[in-house]
């Protein structure tokens, strides 16, 4: 039952009824010397009024009690070691759980979790569940455990005596519980102040630059102070519920007391009673409320930690991505069969995500040959960023299917399935470390050899020598030391030193300029030979040279065909072409001569540009074959 309710692992699970037990018997072994102390009075007391008594055993229960004295370092040593040490085994067990649950969730969990989120629950959440089995629960269920023991042995003493000292506990409790409600909806208040002043100070943080730019750091502060101020005014709402309640209980709890007073009182009067068993049960009193005034604290801790107990349980029941550990793939060709796609969230929070119940795909087919560049084109929202995430199965399509070689991906592990994957982002993601590891992480294994040749090939060498360690050099948080132009090239780098037979470019080469963008393409060519090859592009230069254009409009295949065919068609692809103001151009070299020597014979290019004169400069001569909607074919020569 308590690894359901909290959550825990088997261990954790047994390790803390161990924790609860070993609480439980330091409590009764406090309790015991008490008690045989208060015999020992007795007896004296007797002896003293002339009752009789006998001394022949005191000294043996002055023996007893120094050994249960000893018995209580003990029990309180192995409750330590049973509860703190454990709870913290248990604790680091949880995040490493929850981090390798992430590692098989789709992406589009991460689609609706924000990072503050994530950390507050990996670590916020984990640390305060750390508190809660290490002090919370064991110190409560073990004393109520003591609790239930020791009233057992009350009530059969004198059962009038022992229901004044019971009854007040179960009231308390009550008072604690009646708040419950009102507790849990103050704690979650509480958590997402917490999480939007998260947010709120991280995103200063990475929009410093503009902020500064636009003069707005003071109005951006000052909604970042009232967030802060926000927290203030939650925390302090959240710690009333719990306060309110257990004050009151443990004003119930002292009732105990008055009525162990009055009771016994008017018992004693009616000789009912003893004087020495009165005190003994008034002594008992005392020792068996102290341990609650400071439990009923550890019951609203734990009615508290239900939120983030919850919010781990939701992380654990999201449906994990599976699979086979092999790929019986025939090929890298990638199939799209009639799927369909809508962002929904596995989880009852899906703000962030803000296209919760958005279908983006409806009904998309098309084939991406082996050994040919197909590009994904569109306009914005069209869902050519969602077809490359299922082709690579970030994401699970709602139905149809996305094949790989014949293989649905939906089968194939996606560790197993990514090794078949390159994909190159426009938001390249570099670590603090030197440049060679970070192109290392495409192939962990591979030699420094073959790091430098991927790099070679991805044109890093010449900003790589600028640097003052070279390969060596650490490039910072996020390669904050370099251009935009050179990470994305490093991040080319680990797609060729990986040399997957799929490819992905996501806007590979969206946010660099012309000369950047140049080398880029040239690194991207020596990656792209005899693959498959998708391309997303709102360039439309980019794709110029596509063996197959795929148009996605609304979720739709509206177009499909080689970029020639579709500027023929006068649809979508040529209305896109159109609004960047240019022309598809394909050119043909036949021969270019610079001082007397051929340097490129029989090339084919093909790219956008606005044409207005044809593209003839420079030194020598060259013969051009030229051919474009509005341009008849045509030779040119210029000396």
Request: hydrophobic fraction near 45%.
């Amino acid at each position: 039952m308590l690894k359901e309710m909290l959550a825990l692992s088997d261990k954790g699970a047994r390790d803390l009824k161990k924790g609860i037990a070993a609480t439980a018997a330091a409590h009764l072994c406090v309790m015991l010397p008490v008690s045989l102390l208060m015999t020992v009075t007795m007896a004296l007391i007797d002896k003293t009024v002339g009752r009789g008594g006998s001394e022949s055993n005191i000294p043996f229960i002055l023996l007893l009690c120094a050994f249960l004295t000893a018995l209580i370092f003990v029990t309180q040593w192995v409750q330590y070691n049973l509860t703190y040490k454990v709870s913290y085994e248990e604790s680091a067990e949880r995040r490493m759980s929850l981090a390798e649950k992430m590692r098989r969730l789709p992406l589009s969990f991460f689609g609706q979790r924000d990072l503050s989120d994530l950390t507050t629950t990996m670590m916020g959440d984990c640390s305060k569940l750390e508190r809660m089995f290490s002090n919370a629960v064991p110190g409560f269920l073990g004393t109520v455990i003591m609790f239930i023991i020791i009233s057992c042995g009350l009530l059969v003493i004198d059962w009038r005596m022992g229901l004044c000292i019971i009854l007040p506990v179960p009231i308390s409790a009550l008072v604690v519980l009646a708040a419950r409600k009102k507790q849990i909806k103050a704690e979650e208040r509480n958590l997402d102040a917490h999480r939007a002043a998260y947010d709120s100070v991280q995103e200063y943080l990475d929009v410093m630059k503009e902020l500064r730019s636009d003069g707005l750091e003071k109005a951006y502060l000052e909604d970042v102070d009232k967030k802060l101020e926000h927290v203030v005014s939650c925390a302090f709402q959240n710690e009333l519920p719990p306060g309110i309640a257990v004050t009151l209980a443990q004003f119930f709890l002292r009732f105990g007391i008055v009525a162990v007073l009055l009771a016994g009182g008017l018992m004693v009067a009616d000789g009912s009673l003893s004087v020495t068993m009165f005190i003994l049960y008034l002594v008992m009193a005392g020792r068996v409320y102290e341990p609650f005034g400071s439990s009923f604290m550890l019951m609203a801790e734990m009615i508290s930690s239900l939120v983030s107990i919850k919010r781990t349980k939701q992380m654990e029941a999201i449906k994990e991505q599976g699979g086979q550990p092999v790929c019986n793939n025939q090929g890298y060709d990638i199939e799209f069969q009639d799927v369909v796609f809508t962002y929904h969230a596995d989880l009852e929070d899906t703000a962030v995500s803000g296209r919760h119940g958005e279908r983006v795909l409806n009904g998309v087919s098309f084939v991406a040959k082996q050994g040919e560049i197909t590009a994904l084109v569109g306009p914005s929202g069209g869902g050519k960023s969602t077809v490359s995430r299922l082709a690579a199965r970030f994401w699970d399509a709602d139905s149809g299917r996305v094949l790989l070689g014949g293989v649905d991906v939906t089968t194939v592990e996606p560790e197993t399935l990514f090794k078949n994957y390159s994909i190159v982002f426009q938001e390249v993601t570099l670590f603090d470390q030197s440049v060679m590891e970070n192109i290392r992480l495409g192939r962990q294994n591979a030699t420094d050899e073959e790091v430098l040749a991927a790099a070679r090939a991805a044109q890093c060498e010449e900003f790589v020598s600028r640097l003052p360690e070279g390969y060596q050099s650490n490039i910072g948080e996020n390669g904050c030391i370099l251009s935009g132009g050179e990470r994305q090239r490093i991040s080319i780098a680990r797609a060729i030193l990986k040399d997957a037979p799929v490819v992905i470019l996501d806007e590979a080469t969206a946010s660099m300029d012309a000369e950047n963008e140049t080398l880029v393409q040239q690194a991207l060519s020596e990656l792209l030979q005899g693959k498959t090859v998708l391309v997303i592009a709102h360039r439309m230069r980019t794709i110029a040279n596509a063996d197959k254009v795929v148009v996605l409009d609304h979720g739709q295949v509206v177009e499909m065909g080689t970029p020639t065919e579709l500027l023929e068609e006068n649809g979508l692809f040529q209305r896109l072409v159109a609004a960047q103001g240019g022309h598809l151009v394909k050119m043909q070299i036949f021969a270019c001569a610079l001082n007397n020597q051929t340097i490129i014979r029989n090339l084919n290019i093909t790219y956008l540009a606005k044409i207005k004169d044809p593209p003839l400069h420079g030194e020598g001569f060259a013969v051009l074959m030229l051919q474009s909607p509005g341009f008849p074919r045509q030779s040119y020569k210029q000396s």
